[in-house]
Structures are given as C-alpha cells and as structure tokens.
C-alpha cells in the first residue's frame, strides 16, 4: 500500500464553534407510536451555520421534568432547542415548564393571540388561544416567510413537535442565529470491511486530531460496503485528511469520492 503522504500543520485553534441541545418531548415518542423527525433536521441546519449539536435528550411529558432539563441544558450550551409540547391539549406542558426554569409566570402574547383569531375566526376556542401562552418576556421571532413567530426565552427556543412545522421554523432559526464558520464534509465509499479498514483510520486520526472521522458499515448496498466521512471547519483540513486515507488504499478502491 501507498504510504500517507504527510499532512498539512494543524491550524491555530480559532473560534471556538458554537454549542447547542435539543429536547425532544412528547409520551408518544417514548411509547414508539410516533417516529421523531425532527432531529435531523435541526442537526443538518445547525450544521450549516457552525454550531455544533452536541446533546440530544427526549422525556417525557413532565412539567418537573422538562424544567429541570431546560435549565441544565441552556446553562451548558449556547442554545437549547425544544421539540413538542407547545400546542393546545393537556399534555402540551412545555411553555409552562420553560416558564417556571428560569421562575416566570406565562402570559397571553398579543401578536399570537391576534394571529390565533384571524386563522381560527369563529372556530376559536379556549385550547387554542392557550397556543397564545409565552413566558413573560419572551422573543417572538419570524421571517418574511415564515409569518408565524418562533418563540424564544433567553437562549431557549421552544419549538413545535409537528415535522412540517419544526422545519419551516428552521427559516428563522438560521436568520436568528447567523451564519458562523460552517462545518465541510467529505466522504469516501468502499468495498473494504471496517475490520481491515482499522490501522487506515487509525492512521488518518491520529494525523488530522482536528478533522473527525467517521465509518459508517452498510449491508444492503451492493455499491459499497463501508462510508468514511471526513468533517471539519477548516475546507483544507478535511480534504488533505481525506486524501491522505485514500492514498492508502489498495488498488481498486475506492468506489466513490465525494
């Protein structure tokens, strides 16, 4: 085999990326009746703006629960997203429970209780105007393209659990946060088992400690066996790190590069 080639200096640390969690809340979710959907999507647009997901926690529906949870994860990260718990039935609990983490009483919010009577108009019910419950002081935040507002509390966003809507929130999400460094990624499909693959990697790794390499085996692609991502801040960095495993490679491989 090739030998690696040797790296590029390792670049000055910079920045350090920016932190974030996702609570995801719902008795359905833990039961298996629902599929959750939304963390990979929060994960992939994060990714785009240069925060880092580190932590993803799912619980039940539990006012004490959730409001222990709220005030440990914003404390450790720079945000902290909720999924679920903000419609308008008794197990929707998560306006309250973010209210009484960080000791504040829930209020109406006027611009929601308004939008809440233009699209319900004579089917309104009380259930719905509790949709119109924020913490006090709570920032309602919206785009030209997504009019309904996203609510936040200090570094908290609380989201809704419905997919469709949990992705069109990511509009103003991204417009909130601000682009930082983004993370790039590469990928390398072979035909080669994780097994054998072993001392490559462990080679690349400890070459390229800035980049994080990723095995992913697959067993029901006939085009490959095993997918190799290279992810990082720094563009040369992931495509030198990438270059220098696929210089070790034996002949015929790999299958695709990307």
Do not use: C
Not at 19 to 25: M, P, Y
Not at 73 to 98: I, K, N, Q, R, Y
Not at 193 to 210: H, I, T
Request: charged share 25%; proline share 10%; hydrophobic share 45%.
């Amino acid at each position: 085999m090739p030998t690696t080639p040797p790296p590029p200096p390792v670049p000055p640390a910079g920045d350090p990326p920016r932190t974030a969690a996702l609570l995801v809340i719902g008795n359905e979710l833990l039961s298996g009746k629902v599929d959750d959907a939304n963390v990979v999507v929060l994960a992939r647009e994060l990714r785009g703006l240069g925060v880092v997901l580190r932590r993803v926690v799912m619980i039940l529906d539990d006012v004490a629960e959730i409001s222990r949870e709220i005030r440990e994860l914003s404390a450790s990260h720079d945000w902290l997203f909720t999924s679920g718990g903000v419609g308008p039935t008794h197990d929707d609990l998560t306006t309250e429970a973010a209210a009484a983490a960080f000791g504040l009483p829930v209020a109406p919010a006027p611009e929601l209780e308004e939008l809440l009577r233009a699209h319900y108009k004579e089917r309104l019910t009380e259930g719905h105007l509790r949709m119109a419950l924020v913490p006090e002081g709570a920032t309602l935040s919206r785009t030209p393209s997504v009019p309904w507002p996203a609510i936040r509390i200090r570094n908290v966003w609380l989201l809704p659990g419905v997919p469709e809507i949990f992705r069109a929130k990511m509009a103003v999400v991204a417009a909130s946060l601000g682009a930082g460094r983004p993370f790039h990624s590469r990928a390398v499909y072979t035909k080669m088992d994780e097994g054998v693959l072993k001392p490559l990697l462990d080679a690349v790794v400890a070459s390229f400690p800035d980049v994080d390499v990723g095995s992913y085996p697959r067993w029901s692609d006939p085009s490959y066996k095993t997918k190799l991502t290279f992810d990082g801040r720094d563009a040369d960095r992931v495509r030198a790190a990438q270059e220098a495993f696929v210089a070790t490679l034996p002949e015929g491989e790999p299958q695709r590069v990307e």
